[in-house]
């Protein structure tokens, strides 16, 4: 989900009216009717059916039809709406942070030493894979260009900057984990950054352990 619909989906929840209607239907733990959710919050059932639908179209609240009276056939008459929680996951922080991309790696490197592979190559190994997932999915050409592996960082909250033949990446997506472990993090994203070069086949990237003061500990070159 990009910046501008994840901002407007929160956004949307600073009306009193949504808010409280979002909250209803969280709080019930199943899914409601128009006519109950107005009941609940006092308003007018077509006044509480458009705010429920405004709460649909960002992704907050999903609908679904069911009959209520438990009848079927012909004379069971209409399915009813019925609005839940969204399976849809909204997270926003800024500057970008992807401390569950960290999770990921550190549960896929437990699961590979468990089965006895050292746990620093099961690290590393395991962050040049998710980045290499991340590449693949980034580009459908075979061989990606550098300026390509900009954009992909880019949008992993890299704010990258090419200056010449380095890029250089003024975001760190792990900077509280960072602060706390930062030989462990560092070298992770290092790989990381790595995986999404090979996995886009951005053949002249070089990413390297280059820390430096205000950005990511990680730098990458353009191979000669």
Known sequence: ???RSLASGIGSLSDDTRRELYEYVVGRGEPVTREEAATATGLRPHKANFHLDRLVEEGLLEVEYRRLTGRTGPGAGRPSKLYRRSEEEFSLSLPPRRYDLVGDILAASVTRASAGEPLDAALQESAREQGIEVGRAATREEQATFEDLTTALAGQGYEPRDDDDVVELHNCPF?????KHRALVCGL???YVQGVAD???????DARLEPGDGRCCVRVHRRD
């Open 1 to 3: 989900m990009n910046l």
């Open 175 to 179: 900077d509280a984990l960072a602060d």
């Open 189 to 191: 994203n290092e790989s």
């Open 199 to 205: 996995g886009m086949g951005c053949g002249g990237a």
